[in-house]
T-cell receptor, first 110, second 116 residues
């Protein structure tokens, strides 16, 4: 089992839809949780960062962490064509090493 | 504030040739990372520097890869000789600190390497 598993894609939704992106992890020592967005031929861009279980909201984006289930999610409300990108979950431990999921490609249709 | 700068953005070389990538982190960021990203995969750490010290190079293939971070600022990653399987995107990232609050990693645009 890989340390971080991300739901496979690709995912295509109509504009305005609510998008749910998910990752699971196996190591309970992981302490912090990130979501990155990566446009084609660009570097990953940090979207959300959280340490604790629960929800963290930033505009149309909500990051959710459930440490008991080792499950993290990113929700995108009112999705826009500009949200079309690859989304990567990244999970880190005390040694500062980030382990990334494979990424899921999202396409938002106008 | 300027982000992480990498050069070149693209590089095409023939196998067995050497190649070098350069990274300039965000000003004031003490920790610098080099990652490898294959197509359809997430980034994988190659090496992490805290200031000028390489503190995690366990995933760096040391027979052909080398890296340096002189004076704790810019960094160079080198491959010699390159192999076909080295074709990938090489990403540089930096963070203010290595652990705790402030360890958010910010990435550069990457260098896309093609080995023919």
């Amino acid at each position: 089992q890989k340390e971080v598993e991300q739901d496979p894609g690709p995912l295509s939704v109509p504009e305005g839809a609510i998008v749910s992106l998910n990752c699971t992890y196996s190591n309970s020592a992981f302490q912090y949780f990130m979501w990155y967005r990566q446009y084609s031929r660009k570097g990953p861009e940090l979207l959300m960062y959280t340490y604790s279980s629960g929800n963290k909201e930033d505009g149309r984006f909500t990051a959710q962490v459930d440490k008991s289930s080792k499950y993290i999610s990113l929700f995108i409300r009112d999705s826009q064509p500009s949200d079309s990108a690859t989304y990567l979950c990244a999970i880190g431990g005390a040694n500062s090493k980030l382990t990334f999921g494979k990424g899921i490609t999202l396409s938002v249709r106008p | 504030e300027a982000g992480v700068v990498q050069s070149p953005r693209y590089k095409i070389i023939e196998k067995k040739q050497p190649v070098a990538f350069w990274c300039n982190p965000i000003s004031g960021h003490n920790t610098l990372y080099w990652y490898l990203q294959n197509l359809g995969q997430g980034p994988e750490l190659l090496i992490r520097y805290e200031n000028e010290e390489a503190v995690d190079d366990s995933q760096l293939p040391k027979d052909r890869f080398s890296a340096e971070r002189l004076k704790g600022v810019d960094s160079t990653l080198k491959i010699q000789p390159a192999e076909l399987g080295d074709s990938a995107v090489y990403l540089c990232a930096s963070s203010l600190l290595a652990g705790g609050v402030g360890n958010e990693q910010f990435f550069g645009p990457g260098t896309r390497l093609t080995v023919l």
